[in-house]
């Protein structure tokens, strides 16, 4: 499954005028494969994933999350198609102080009312995938930066997405960490058949991607191009 977007418009009011975010943006991430998003702050990449992540319905155009055409589909519909076929990586991973690695893992999951023996089996997988399996037990303050964003990734994967959407996972994190990050992301998307949307800031390990492309003024650019070898 991958996820599609066809002639795709988006505008936000400012005073008597509209502002465009997006404008007729067209891109489709197959599964399996990762394609970078980059260009200037204001350019409309946060606005681009709120779309791909129907958090925000746009103006105009087409968005297909694997194989369903999210056109016309009321709030409870949205919601669902969210819980089990899109994954949200943030920016900050935003983990709750009181539960442990497997916890933050195991309450997305309980959205669904799953039976809790097969929700823990699950977050301890996750957690072994992201090379935290020995960290189960363990609150955020007791993790380093990477380690929380690696449970960010985790978490984003609890239910198994078709689709899944990373936003600047780097920018909290040093060279090192932030390229072991992205190239975390880059096997998981593999390994799991995902369609992979990463927005960063961080052009230094582009050639984790499959495909950069560049956001100026709500617009991809044309010459979309390989990523770096």
Same mark, same amino acid.
């Given at each position: ?18 502002v =465009? ?17 980059? /260009? ?10 709120a ?21 016309g ?8 198609l969210?819980?089990?076929r #899109? ?6 991973? *935003?983990?709750?102080?009181?539960? =442990? ?16 023996? =097969? ?17 189960a ?14 449970? *960010? ?5 609890m *239910? ?17 960490? /932030?390229?072991? #990050?992205?190239?975390l ?9 995902t369609? =992979? ?18 956001m ?14």
């Amino acid at each position: 499954m991958s996820l599609y977007l066809s002639h795709v418009t988006l505008t936000y009011p400012d005073g008597a005028a509209r502002v =465009t975010a997006l404008d007729d943006v067209r891109l489709d991430v197959p599964a399996g494969s990762l394609t970078a998003v980059v /260009g200037p702050s204001g350019s409309g990449k946060s606005s681009l994933l709120a779309v791909a992540a129907t958090l925000i319905t746009p103006d105009r155009g087409q968005v297909v999350v694997a194989g369903t055409d999210t056109t016309g589909l009321g709030r409870p519909e949205l919601a669902a198609l969210r819980r089990t076929r #899109i994954g949200i990586v943030f920016q900050q991973p *935003n983990l709750l102080a009181s539960l =442990t690695a497997a916890e933050q893992l195991q309450v997305m999951a309980h959205l669904d009312r799953r039976a809790p023996r =097969t929700v823990r089996a699950r977050a301890l997988e996750l957690l072994d995938a992201v090379g935290l399996a020995d960290q189960a037990g363990r609150r955020p303050h007791q993790l380093s930066g990477g380690q929380r964003q690696r449970i *960010n990734i985790a978490r984003a994967l609890m *239910n198994d997405p078709d689709v899944l959407l990373v936003d600047e996972p780097t920018s909290a994190l040093d060279h090192e960490r /932030g390229a072991a #990050i992205l190239d975390l992301v880059a096997t998981l998307t593999r390994e799991r058949r995902t369609a =992979t949307v990463l927005v960063t800031h961080d052009e230094s390990h582009l050639g984790v991607a499959d495909r950069v492309v560049t956001m100026v003024d709500g617009r991809l650019r044309a010459d979309t191009v390989p990523a770096p070898a």
